[in-house]
């Protein structure tokens, strides 16, 4: 009896919150994301943490079998804690949290929890110095453009937030590392892998752009907002199909891998809203509005509802990021009220009973395995939605 009226208390919460005169679609607060974000978030530095370390582990509950399946060719992918992709995850999302907190405790958690972690992972016997996919005290491991770039953009949002100086500084550090990965074949373009040179990503591109336009800001340095446009215009030329959206990678041979995720969209996203805010060029507003509309119409459902297809959350989280920048400068709510709706129904929803999020959109799968980044994808979106008034 008591399973029977769970059920049928998720299916009313699930109709509910997805109804296309919901609630949340009118701009209710029925959801206080502030609280959610951050009681999730300690729910997640608890389950996944060590005591003897500041590391994570990469799954909760821990699976020995358990495999990453992420980091390219000839990887083993299984080690005790988790690789720097799903670590940095956390940054991100107390940025987030700090950001639109202003929470002296969230910029504690960074500092001394989080940061000393993320050290871990720093490689400077190879030069330049960078971030590891593993810990500097496992046999060495492969260098990502990519994932350093995610780290060098909330190093920069903290210098931003903060005014402190050793954020820029290891902003810096992480840039030069990242364009390092630069060079003139296919006109252009940073690589995804410092060790796997094969192909010239959207994801190792278009954030490249957003992190180069934040140094900007960070410093006004005209250098950063040269290759900001030019990361983004090769981006553009390279990678965006005919329906707007933008495809995953360019091999060497010029064939190109047509797979669509959501982040490269929002990143593309938010380099054009960016460059709007700093150029006032109407253009690049012209451009993220295009985007997103098309980036909408391919990664949520059509059919009225608004769901979000089912994809990485971490992915969706990026995307999220786009269509915050882009609601800043045009000030329409479409996109992020249908974000707000969903993570409604992730919070009211789609959580097990140690307060993890499963990864359905439709809350019909309720995986048993939760990978640490889908958990933080959602804390980093609690925190962003706050920017819909």
């Known amino acids: 009896m008591i399973k029977y009226c769970t059920i049928v208390i998720l299916v009313f919460l699930t109709g509910s919150v997805f109804s296309q005169e919901s609630s949340s679609m009118r701009g209710s607060t029925s959801v206080d994301m502030l609280k959610a974000a951050g009681s999730s978030l300690e729910v997640i530095l608890e389950k996944y943490g060590s005591k003897k370390t500041s590391l994570l582990r990469e799954n909760f509950p821990v699976d020995e079998r358990y495999k990453a399946d992420y980091l390219g060719d000839g990887a083993s992918g299984k080690q005790e ?142 250098r950063y907002l040269g290759m900001g446009k030019s990361l983004y215009e090769w981006t553009k030329t390279h990678l965006q199909d005919t329906d707007g959206v933008y495809m995953d990678n360019v091999r060497l041979d010029g064939s190109v891998d047509r797979a669509k995720y959501p982040y490269n969209s929002g990143q593309m996203i938010e380099a054009a809203a960016l460059l709007y805010k700093i150029t006032n060029e109407p253009r690049y507003l012209e451009e993220a509005q295009q985007v997103a509309k098309a980036s909408f119409h391919h990664f949520f459902e059509t059919d009225g509802s608004h769901r979000l297809k089912n994809n990485d959350n971490w992915f969706i989280a990026v995307m999220m990021r786009g269509f915050v920048q882009l609601y800043k400068l045009d000030n329409n709510p479409t996109y992020l009220q249908a974000f707000r709706k969903n993570l409604d129904f992730a919070w009211m929803a789609n959580r097990d009973e140690n307060g993890l999020f499963y990864k359905d959109w439709k809350g019909e799968k309720k995986n048993e395995r939760k990978w640490l980044l889908d958990q933080f994808a959602i804390v980093e979106m609690f925190a962003n939605i706050l920017v819909l008034k």
Not at 103 to 114: E, G, N, P, T, V
Not at 128 to 157: C, E, L, M, Q
Not at 161 to 187: C, M, N, Q, R
């Open 81 to 222: 804690y988790a690789y720097l992709w799903p670590y940095s995850g956390g940054l991100s999302a107390t940025v987030a949290l700090y950001e639109h907190s202003e929470s002296k405790k969230y910029k504690s958690i960074i500092d001394k929890r989080l940061i000393p972690g993320l050290e871990e992972y720093y490689d400077d016997k190879r030069k330049p110095a960078g971030y590891a996919s593993y810990i500097s005290s496992a046999p060495v491991s492969d260098r990502f453009y990519d994932d350093n770039i995610w780290i060098g953009i909330d190093f920069t949002n903290l210098y931003l937030l903060t005014g402190e100086t050793k954020y820029l500084e290891k902003a810096k550090i992480v840039w030069d590392f990242v364009y390092s990965g630069h060079d003139d074949l296919l006109g252009g373009g940073i690589y995804w892998c410092e060790q796997k040179k094969t192909s010239k990503n959207t994801c190792s591109n278009a954030p490249a752009a957003v992190f180069a336009l934040k140094l900007y800001e960070a410093t006004k340095d005209g």
